[in-house]
């Protein structure tokens, strides 16, 4: 136990005295990722040829893998695994080392995440959809952003797990930790957001939405463990949640669109 908690000591301080370049080289491998995904995304993309089977294949796989992360990450925080000491040892590291400059830019970043904005953006959203008549789009677009919110509150109900302690105060959370509601909030709703851009907008805006999308959700994840309301298990929770609920209602919708002449 002690080497482990040695260990994940180490690696907290590690990460904390390099936040920042280790922050814009997971932006960057994101952002490369996300553009080669959007390739093989373009084969199911309106107008190809991907079939409902093929579309539902693809789909289960998504939810199977972002639910079993998930779960994974739940099943190490609950037993006390040393996932949870590397979480502790982070929020102590960072709460030493990190200069209130960066604070100060990290909690207006994670304003993109909150109830508030997400709220705006679904209603929004939904509402000017329905307007131009995409109601398909516009019922996937509120089931995306309100069922994750109402997931993400019945996740924090059964972990009731507290937040780490934050005295800073450039923000204050006050709610359960486990998951992230804003770190699974931004990857659904500005995730839908893409979708949906993607399918209305012209293949030249293809790539900055997406890329936009990507950059949004990953760094309102990461300011939530750098603001040290949230430990880190809880953010990359969120994401697993978020991204299983997301790709659910985009293949839901993928195959209705199919069914609605």
Known sequence: MHASLSTSALLAETVAANLLPLYFALLAGALALAAST?????????????????????????????????ALIAAAMSSGHALTEFDDAL????????????????ARLTHFGDTATLTALGIGGALLLAWRRHLVLAA?????????????????ALFERVRPVHDHGFTIETSWSFPSG????????????????????????????????????LTTAVSRVVLQVHFASDVLAGMASGAAWLTLCITLSELLRRRVP
């Open 91 to 106: 929020v102590t590291a960072l709460s030493a080392t990190q200069p209130a400059d960066t604070l100060r830019v990290f």
């Open 38 to 70: 959007l390739l093989s995304w373009r084969r199911l993309r309106p107008g190809g040829a991907a079939s409902a089977a093929r579309i539902a294949s693809a789909g289960a796989l998504g939810v199977g893998i972002a639910s079993s992360a998930f």
């Open 182 to 217: 804003h770190a699974s909030g931004t990857v659904a709703a500005w995730g839908i957001a893409a979708y949906v851009l993607l399918r209305l907008l012209p293949s030249r805006w293809h790539l900055p939405v997406v890329l936009a999308a990507v950059a949004i959700a």
């Open 140 to 156: 996937t677009w509120a089931a995306a952003i309100a069922g994750n919110a109402l997931l993400n509150v019945s996740l924090k």
